[in-house]
């Protein structure tokens, strides 16, 4: 009876590590673990055609300062208030636009310093895009007040220059114009229209 007690625990023993040896060989044998994959969709845009172009914006440009002729009309004035057509030509060969108001002040020379305040903005009519055919002219007026300068006015002087920014230009046009002129540069003595069409 213990004999064959003795022998079944060991047929029991040998079948525990019969089943251990096949686990551990399972175990040893299992790859690394899987991890989750994702699919990505990549659209190809077409290529480009070999002539394809930028479209550019249609209609005249903007008129360059360099494209510009500025002259000062004859004077004219009413109740203290002197009146100076700035007449902008355009000398390039192809039609350009302007809107707005120009930037206007009296100088020393062209290119030289500012002599007192830049003109304000005189709201006589809308701002409008006006076309300038080569060789036609635009206008804007420049008023200047003769009163202010005389009796507000505490450094008057001689002024023989004025200078001209075309709207939404970087770079001034310089016409002569001699007046008496006021160097107090907060004392606004100047005022200027929008530009216009005409002949």
Do not use: E
């Not at 525990?16 to 899987?34: K, M, R, Y």
């Not at 172009?53 to 004035?77: D, E, I, M, R």
């Amino acid at each position: 009876m213990r004999a064959s007690a003795i022998t079944g625990r060991r047929v029991l023993a040998g079948s525990c590590l019969t089943s251990l040896a096949v686990l551990a060989a399972a175990c040893g044998s299992a790859g690394p673990a899987a991890t989750p994959t994702r699919t990505v969709t990549v659209t190809a845009s077409a290529p480009a055609s070999p002539g394809a172009v930028t479209p550019s914006p249609s209609g005249p440009l903007p008129c360059a300062t360099t494209a510009l002729k500025l002259t000062v009309g004859a004077a004219n004035g009413a109740a203290g208030t002197i009146f100076y057509p700035l007449d902008f030509t355009n000398t390039s060969g192809a039609a350009c636009t302007m809107y707005g108001y120009p930037g206007v002040a009296f100088v020393s020379s062209p290119g030289g310093s500012q002599i007192g305040a830049p003109a304000n903005r005189r709201a006589v009519a809308a701002p409008t895009v006006i076309t300038v055919a080569p060789g036609a002219t635009a206008h804007a007026t420049l008023a200047v007040s003769d009163v202010l300068i005389g009796n507000n006015c505490q450094h008057q002087l001689q002024v023989n220059w004025v200078q001209v920014y075309p709207p939404d230009q970087f770079k001034a046009l310089f016409a002569p114009l001699s007046r008496p002129g006021c160097a107090d540069k907060s004392l606004v003595t100047m005022g200027v229209t929008t530009v216009t069409s005409g002949p």
